[in-house]
Each structure stands twice: as C-alpha cells, then as structure tokens.
T-cell receptor
Framework: QKEVEQNSGPLSVPEGAIASLNCTYS??????FFWYRQYSGKSPELIMS????GDKEDGRFTAQLNKASQYVSLLIRDSQPSDSATYLC?????????????FGKGTKLSVKP | EAQVTQNPRYLITVTGKKLTVTCSQN?????MSWYRQDPGLGLRQIYY???????DKGDVPEGYKVSRKEKRNFPLILESPSPNQTSLYFC??????????????FGPGTRLTVL
C-alpha cells in the first residue's frame, strides 16, 4: 500500500516564526510532489510543487525534496495568522494511472498572534 | 478564469433518493477525479477519469457512479444515498499532456448530508 505520512499536529508557531511541515512517502518511484493548503470547510489550494531534489522557493514558502530519504518538507517563513490552515502533502503514483495522487491526511498549523 | 465548478454546494437529502453532483472544468484537462473528505480519514478517491468515456474506480467507489461523456464534465451519481455517504465531496482536474506535472486543481466542494 503506497502511503504518504504527515504529522497531524496541531503545529503551533508564533507570528513571524518559521513553520516547518514534514512529509514522508513510501513509493520510491514518485516524481511529483505537492503541497496544498486547506482552510476549514474549503477546498485544497495548490501552493507549491517540486520535482527535483533540493529547495524551491516561492515568496515565503520553500519546498524541500530529498528523494533518497523519501522526504519532502514545506517551510513557511514569517508565519502569519492567515497561514493557519491544514497543509496536505501529495505525491504522484508511480506505475499507476497517470494523474493519480496520494494525499497525506494533513498537518494542522496554527499561527498565534 | 480557469476553474473547476461543482453544484450544488450544499445538499441535504434523505436515504434512497437519487442525486447527482455536477462537476465542470474549463481548462481542457484530460484527467478528472472525485474525492470525499471525512474527519480523520483525509481525502479518499472515489472515481477518476483519464479522458472521455474512460473511468476507473478509486479507493472507495461503492455506492457511487460516474460518467464522462464530455471532456469538461464529470458528474458524480449516488443512486441510493445512505447516511454513511454524508461527507464533503471534491472534484479535481489536471492536465495529462506532454510536460504535465500532475498538478490537480480542486472545485469548491459539495457538502452532502444524507438523513
């Protein structure tokens, strides 16, 4: 069974701090990795995608990928209360139907003013 | 505006009364998928489609049907809803073209309650 694991949290950080969200995956052949943000009762919103080892930065967000360790992370710098949400990690299914993603259950982030 | 739309957004119904949740995308995506999301269980895939007239079961297909007669539309049909189908439903789509990176875009969700 291919899996994506995330710490459910809640992860609580003070405003202005760096929030670090982590995700591990079991499918060594996966090539595409995503972070979605989901506010309560709303739909998942794609915020970062990463496809090669290393770091990818977009504004206050940095995604980090280490395929050898099967690990992907999301750093949020200068965290704001508006960043409070559940963050879903998603990974493509290698060898399965193209397009299918496996989602982790999400990490709930709370940014305290 | 590129988007995935779902209707209705909220629905309360009774056991056994057939219903359809519509999903439409305007991005010319080949791939479309339905998920349900329940507390503690995360997103679970119900059905997916890789193109017109091509559909396949996801992880939790029991009690659901889908069709893909047009590229833009992917309705979810509950022939005889039961209370255990009370959930938050999401439709998503992505491109499968050359260079596609499997980025899925989600509709706003449909909150279904079956009494």
């Amino acid at each position: 069974q291919k899996e994506v694991e995330q710490n459910s949290g809640p992860l609580s950080v003070p405003e202005g701090a760096i929030a670090s969200l982590n995700c591990t995956y079991s499918d060594r052949g996966s090539q595409s990795f995503f972070w979605y943000r989901q506010y309560s009762g709303k739909s998942p919103e794609l915020i970062m995608s990463i496809y090669s080892n290393g770091d990818k930065e977009d504004g206050r967000f940095t995604a980090q990928l280490n395929k050898a360790s099967q690990y992907v992370s999301l750093l949020i710098r200068d965290s704001q209360p508006s960043d409070s949400a559940t963050y879903l990690c998603a990974v493509n299914v290698h060898g399965g139907s193209q397009g299918n993603l496996i989602f982790g259950k999400g990490t709930k982030l709370s940014v305290k003013p | 505006e590129a988007q995935v739309t779902q209707n209705p957004r909220y629905l309360i119904t009774v056991t056994g009364k057939k219903l359809t949740v519509t999903c439409s995308q305007n991005m010319n995506h080949e791939y479309m998928s339905w998920y349900r999301q329940d507390p503690g269980l995360g997103l679970r895939q119900i059905y997916y489609s890789m193109n017109v007239e091509v559909t396949d079961k996801g992880d939790v297909p029991e009690g659901y049907k889908v069709s893909r007669k047009e590229k833009r539309n992917f309705p979810l049909i509950l022939e005889s809803p039961s209370p255990n189908q009370t959930s938050l439903y999401f439709c998503a789509s992505s491109s499968l073209g050359t260079g596609s990176r499997n980025e899925q875009f989600f509709g706003p969700g449909t909150r279904l309650t079956v009494l």
